[in-house]
């Protein structure tokens, strides 16, 4: 059974930083995070191809967050930069359990299993 399990998410200042980490059992997966704010569709934020060696990020976050894997505890992590209180909002881990060489993937429609959420909010 797919699980995927994030946890890091809290209140935080603005311009503070943050590190999310989703722990994925069950098999082997690319992973990503998207986010969604109250009243906004979910977005993109980053995803990272199974070797770790390409990963791509959404245009409000390119810069200031890193995205990274460890495949020998099967986690991904996100590290959160400069934060804005924009950047509010309750984040997911997403994983999908097939791929192409070193490919991610920026879609929701690509990913097949989904977190429960962490929520970020950031302040004033």
């Known amino acids: 059974q797919v699980q995927l399990v994030e946890s890091g998410g809290r209140l935080v200042q603005a311009g503070g930083s943050l590190k999310l980490s989703c722990a994925a059992s069950g098999g082997r997966f690319i992973l990503g995070w998207f986010r969604q704010a109250p009243g906004k569709e979910r977005e993109f934020v980053a995803a990272?191809?199974?070797?770790?060696?390409?990963?791509g990020y959404g245009d409000s976050v390119e810069g200031r967050f890193t995205i990274s894997r460890d495949n020998t505890k099967n986690t991904v992590s996100l590290q959160m930069n400069s934060l804005k209180p924009e950047d509010t909002a309750v984040y997911y881990c997403?994983?999908?359990?097939?791929?192409?060489?070193?490919?991610?993937?920026?879609?929701?429609?690509?990913?097949?299993?989904w977190g429960q959420g962490t929520q970020v909010t950031v302040s004033t």
């Open positions: 990272v191809s199974m070797s770790g060696d390409s990963a």
């Open positions: 997403a994983a999908r359990s097939t791929w192409y060489s070193n490919k991610y993937y920026r879609t929701i429609g690509e990913y097949t299993y």
